[in-house]
DNA sequence: ATAACTGTGTGAAAGGTTGCACAATCTAGT
DNA sequence: ACTAGATTGTGCAACCTTTCACACAGTTAT
């Protein structure tokens, strides 16, 4: 008897979502029915009560003693995230890493529809990239009263995403993928996640050097390691 | 008086760290000399005091009642996380994102070395990109004895991340950025960070279609939201 | 000197996430 | 039917991270 209602969902649970969604899809392609938790876990390091409380907050998707129906709990996951429709997304920035997305599987995978690609730069602009013209940005708001992409991913250089976003979110944009390394400073209903190189380079870094002496063998599986002993101290 | 030792350091603090040098370096081309937390806060959204106990891990910075060298500060954090002096990083993987990364200004800022690209394409394996020839990866272990990189970023399939990351890590390598939508078993001792589009863009498609009714206009600062309502319930 | 500011470093509180452990529930075999 | 075995959904405790709040330390002005 599931009574979620109007709690809140942790941003990380919907991450995990998409794992699942993935670890999903390889299973049905090898007409496996049914898989439970502790599959799940073996699959993805992913805790398996933490599976079971991710889908908790959305409802009861699992029978007890006998686990999941493969192909029931990836459609529940795709509606969950909203990506059982194809969605329209638009991208801006065709430079080196804009123009690597366009070709990236996993947007149209995930339902992510790419149509539309904008730059600024005039060098740019009406060239083809895949089966895309990049058009000009200028004419951002107007393009997209017919497209009505709600999603755009943001791969300009740090000093034009500020103003790049103003634009995307008044012609109805509600959440931005940055690729872009500088705070968006935007009204709070427009959602943002940050891809971070840097960061992550900065804990691989970090980590590459304080490891120096440790030797031994065990096997990681979770997504994300948590701390780590500090080497440097200096005044 | 400091007196930290082998606390341990969380992992969020050191992507902050990176944050912090970013927005360093940007006052230091604006000759500015000093900056104080709340500076930082007004220009990351990260909290002021967040910022403090970050650097507070690693020892004490500040003067009361000045704030922070902004040139001394640099210089620190650069240290602390080991991008004072360029580091070798091997890229596997020439495919779109691969080639993309390859030009990312990024890795020359923080003092990450591209030495060497690998693929197991024989189409590509030879051809130049930007100033790299791609090299087979069935020579990873003998030329990485001469290059003695230990970060390598893994842009390969998700079929082949493995099977590659083991070679990688049989040559010494110690830290992945890995971009393959998969889990990576490797020795514990091995440092992943995973970057995947797909999660991001689940949380993106969530929020758009949850956020359908509301409006309003506050300002967000903050790197990350916490969580939402949901709004699917099914059975 | 002293007073009035400013801003750091940090202990403690608040908040959020993860993992354990177990009752509840279903299946299958006898 | 009944028992044994499997596996879910979830309250609770442990853990980790962020934020608050304040003592303390420099700085400036009088």
Known sequence: MPMSSSNRVPVPTLGRLATYLRVLTELEQAHTETVSSADVEQQT???AAQFRKDLSYFGEFGKPGVGYSVARLQES???ILKI????PVVLVGA???GSALI???GLTEHQMDLVAVFDNNPQRIGCQVRNLYVQDIQRFATVNETLQARIAILAVPAGAAQRVAEVLVAADVRAI???APTLLRLPA???VRNVSFMQELAVLSYHVSSNEQEEN???QAGEQNNSVRPILHST
Chains 1, 2 share one sequence.
């Open 95 to 97: 430079g080196n890493l």
């Open 217 to 219: 063998g065990e096997e």
């Open 45 to 47: 390091g992913i805790n």
């Open 77 to 79: 996951i795709a509606a």
């Open 103 to 105: 070709g990236y599987p």
């Open 189 to 191: 209903a427009v959602v």
């Open 84 to 87: 059982d429709r194809r969605q």
């Open 177 to 179: 993928l940055n690729f």
